[in-house]
């Protein structure tokens, strides 16, 4: 592998671990009510 | 009421312009479909198929299908946002500049001007206009959304402001170039790169035009419609961000067997399967909110062209990974498997979508019942044994295709010659016409049914709420 298929790998895989924390971060039993509470908002605006 | 102010008659009007370029792009398509079939339909220079079938694929992509998401995110972003459009101006501009440049566009591909890149195949000045456009499309957007009233966004918006900023993205890099004249521009980029460059920017377009956008409108449209909200909104988030992460990897597996390097071949080829999962969450999350509301599939028309809208996502979004696969794709690729593929999105997914989201905006963009519900059905119908029969005749008119280019004797040389490959292909390309002329038949009683509706459609209350806009 040359300098830019490794550099396209590495960014792949750095964007891997962005999506991983963002699933930590939205199944976080913190934030159950905090990310459903859009869904019910949503329906109230009519 | 907040609503007082809300600005539908710019959604009103971008509906209307959208159905026109709709009515273009599924009219021109029945003609190319007969000119395949009986070659003396060509009219040169200009009513040939060379010069229609762009004129056909840009007005449903970007008349059509840009057209209605600038109709639905303007509605959408307004409802969502719970506070009016940040500029009514900018958005009458953007209605009058989108026509321009659809027309500008149509124009100067019927005159044979062509970057002949697909899908991206408008001449440098048109590129400028289109640019333009979006910028202040995404400027009007994303400011409203900047002054909203809820600080959690609900789904939809994310598609939208995803959709806005990639759009803007691959649009310029795709676009990159150097004219040479006011028509006529070479590609920045050269080889194997401008290739990889165009199907990076052609997939994505897929992704960015014609799916997020209408992931966006059927999150907001089928709970709106139901009544009742989606089944999870952490797992649509979580499947806009896999999405998100995956599309823009995939694009050379429209590349597959050609000189681009292996790696990024294979890297696409894992990215498109990975797919299916982020595809799937919004397929899953959709029949998961319909738990308890299934007989609504009977008693809501709104609901039949949502659900069979996701169901065609769900099928293209397991088909398209089959395609990208390499040992398949040699099979396959270049026969007229490929277009049947294409137009289950496009005549399936995206249009029932946007005919579900017209259906729910005419009694709010009107103030008036639609006309006859009956006629709502009986579109529904056409346009699902139109598009079936289109898909349908192609798939096996693929395979065959395929097997009879791929078929050798026991010394190696070809079993078929091309011409009579040709030949076999007939019978399937006069049931494409007519598949084609269905879902035309559908198109016009859908529209038909608007213009009751505009005109004689029973007045309802909702009518206090809309207020004439200045579009």
């Not at chain 2, 009986?38 to 840009?58: E, S, V």
């Not at chain 2, 440098?124 to 499309?137: G, N, R, S, T």
């Not at chain 2, 919004?282 to 169901?311: A, C, D, P």
Request: glycine share 6%; net charge neutral.
């Amino acid at each position: 592998m040359d300098l830019a298929s490794i550099v396209y790998l590495g960014v792949t895989f750095g964007m891997f671990v962005i999506f991983v924390l963002i699933v930590i971060r939205t199944y976080s039993k913190k934030r159950k009510d905090e990310g459903e509470i859009a869904k019910y908002q949503m329906l109230d605006d009519d | 009421m907040e609503n007082q102010t809300y600005n539908y008659a710019i959604v009103r009007s971008f509906v209307t312009w959208s159905i026109i370029w709709g009515l273009v792009a599924v009219l021109v398509g029945v003609i190319v479909s007969f000119q395949m079939v009986d070659p003396d339909l060509n009219f040169p220079p200009y009513l040939t198929f060379g010069r229609l079938r762009p004129i056909h694929t840009n007005a449903g992509i970007y008349g059509w299908g840009i057209g209605m998401i600038f109709a639905t995110f303007l509605y959408m972003v307004q409802r969502l946002c719970k506070v009016p459009l940040w500029s009514d101006k900018l958005a009458k501009f953007q209605l009058w500049f989108f026509n321009a440049t659809i027309i500008a566009s149509a124009v100067t591909l019927l005159l044979g001007y062509t970057t002949s890149k697909e899908y991206h195949e408008m001449e440098w000045p048109i590129d400028v206009m289109v640019v333009i456009l979006w910028v202040v499309f995404a400027i009007n957007i994303i400011m409203t959304i900047l002054k909203r009233k809820d600080e959690q966004m609900y789904i939809s918006l994310w598609y939208m402001m995803a959709a806005i900023i990639a759009v803007a993205i691959l649009y310029i890099v795709n676009a990159a170039a150097v004219p040479v004249s006011l028509f006529k521009s070479y590609s920045a980029y050269a080889g194997t790169n401008d290739a990889n460059v165009e199907w990076w920017f052609g997939h994505n377009a897929v992704a960015m035009v014609l799916t997020a956008p209408f992931l966006a409108m059927f999150y907001y449209f089928l709970p709106k419609s139901t009544g009742v909200p989606i089944y999870s909104h952490r797992m649509s988030i979580i499947a806009f961000w896999s999405l998100i992460f995956m599309y823009l990897w995939t694009g050379a597996h429209h590349l597959l067997w050609t000189p681009v390097p292996d790696w990024i071949q294979t890297l696409a080829m894992g990215f498109s399967i990975m797919l299916i999962a982020p595809s799937w969450g919004s397929v899953f999350n959709g029949y998961l909110s319909m738990n308890g509301q299934w007989h609504q599939m009977r008693e809501n028309y709104l609901v039949k062209f949502l659900i069979l809208g996701i169901t065609f996502y769900g099928l293209q979004t397991l088909q398209g990974p089959m395609q990208a696969i390499r040992t398949f794709s040699a099979f396959i690729h270049y026969t007229d498997w490929v277009p049947a593929h294409i137009h289950l999105g496009t005549m399936g997914w995206v249009s029932m979508i946007c005919f579900a989201s017209i259906y729910y905006l005419v009694p709010r963009i009107y103030g008036r019942e639609l006309y006859s519900i009956p006629l709502a059905n009986l579109h529904f119908w056409l346009i699902l044994v139109g598009q079936l029969t289109w898909s349908i005749s192609l798939w096996i008119a693929g395979v065959l295709q395929a097997g009879m280019w791929n078929a050798m004797n026991s010394d190696g040389s070809l079993t078929y010659t091309f011409m009579e490959t040709m030949v076999e292909m007939y019978p399937y390309w006069w049931a494409r016409a007519f598949g084609g002329m269905i879902y035309l038949a559908g198109l016009i009683v859908f529209i038909y049914n608007l213009y009751k509706t505009a005109k004689k459609g029973g007045a309802i209350a909702a009518q206090a709420t809309v207020v004439e806009g200045r579009a």
